[in-house]
């Protein structure tokens, strides 16, 4: 599931007994919102605008939020020049990392000495975005620890959902109900029962 409270809490009040898991897509896209907010909010501290195709920080952006093990050699080198130019970048870069090693562990003592790792890099810093991540990531804990267990998602309702949502903006408005749930329908047929 996303991670919304609201969600969250309508689930364990329906359904007590299940055990909740997060999206790992959600987690990984939280921790790129937050070297993209400090990457901007470095930007306006060291030259007061944001950033020109000048600026590495800038011109190489999309390297800081992608995987480190998927760059080419010439791409880590681009890398290593946005985090010598910027320490902070370093930081906030190695704190994504370390969340993306907490979401590649299987079992609960891999998990315990990933989040250790976490916390200690973020209790290093004093960079804000990185306290709000892992605030935002403790009250997922338990969720997050049932996802690296079980590795279960729900990718396939997302998609069902998103599919049905692009049919109601591509229908304007539809007028008949009962022929928008059979588009619906019809559409997602090709997707496997959950």
Not at 72 to 90: F, K, N, P
Not at 148 to 171: D, F, H, P, Q, W
Not at 172 to 178: D, E, Q
Request: a positive charge.
């Amino acid at each position: 599931m996303d991670m919304s409270a609201e969600f969250r809490k309508a689930v364990r009040e329906a359904l007590p007994e299940a055990e909740i898991t997060v999206d790992h897509f959600h987690v990984v896209a939280l921790s790129n919102r937050m070297v993209t907010a400090v990457r901007l909010r470095r930007s306006h501290e060291t030259v007061g605008r944001r950033g020109r195709m000048t600026e590495p920080s800038y011109k190489y952006r999309k390297l800081l939020t992608c995987n480190v093990e998927n760059m080419s050699s010439r791409q880590q080198v681009r890398l290593e020049e946005i985090i010598a130019a910027d320490i902070e970048l370093g930081v906030v870069y190695a704190v994504k990392e370390k969340v993306r090693e907490l979401l590649k562990t299987t079992d609960l003592e891999a998990f315990g000495t990933a989040w250790e790792a976490l916390e200690a890099g973020v209790r290093a810093t004093t960079m804000p975005e990185a306290k709000s991540l892992l605030r935002t990531l403790k009250s997922w804990k338990a969720e997050l620890q049932v996802f690296c267990v079980t590795r279960l998602t729900n990718a396939r309702s997302e998609a069902a959902n998103l599919t049905a949502k692009n049919m109601k903006r591509i229908g304007r408005g539809y007028r008949n109900h009962r022929n928008y749930r059979l588009r619906i329908l019809l559409s997602t047929a090709g997707l496997r029962p959950c």
